[in-house]
Nanobody, 122 residues
Framework: QVQVVESGGGLVQAGGSLRLSCVASGTLFTIGRMAWYRQAPEKQRELVAVIINSGSTNYADSVKGRFTISRDNAKNTVYLQMNSLNPEDTGVYYC????????????????WGQGTQVSVSS
């Protein structure tokens, strides 16, 4: 089993910054892809940013230039630095991890965190 736990959400004023963290743990072998998704009230979950184990990244157009995703492979941790926040960034932010785990051999896994609330006031 692989567990994914987020932290770092909270309430911030528009223009402010927050840093989210996500740690994956369990019978991990490799983590190929880590990502942040968000879901605003009454909206579908959307991809915010993704980073693969080579360090290559991709961002939603709405956050480019404001958010930065990074990872520490030694700690199985991914971060999301969010700057210049605006009320449209409000939502529950979910961490996602995918890779291989040890279970009698190597098997693929996909895991989601429970989410952390980010609220931006105007």
């Amino acid at each position: 089993q692989v567990q994914v736990v987020e932290s770092g959400g909270g309430l911030v004023q528009a223009g402010g910054s927050l840093r989210l963290s996500c740690v994956a743990s369990g019978t991990l072998f490799t983590i190929g892809r880590m990502a942040w998704y968000r879901q605003a009230p009454e909206k579908q979950r959307e991809l915010v940013a993704v980073i693969i184990n080579s360090g290559s990244t991709n961002y939603a157009d709405s956050v480019k230039g404001r958010f930065t995703i990074s990872r520490d492979n030694a700690k199985n941790t991914v971060y999301l630095q969010m700057n210049s926040l605006n009320p449209e960034d409000t939502g529950v932010y979910y961490c996602y991890a995918a890779g291989t785990r040890i279970s009698g051999g190597l098997v693929p896994f996909e895991s989601w965190g429970q989410g952390t609330q980010v609220s931006v006031s105007s």
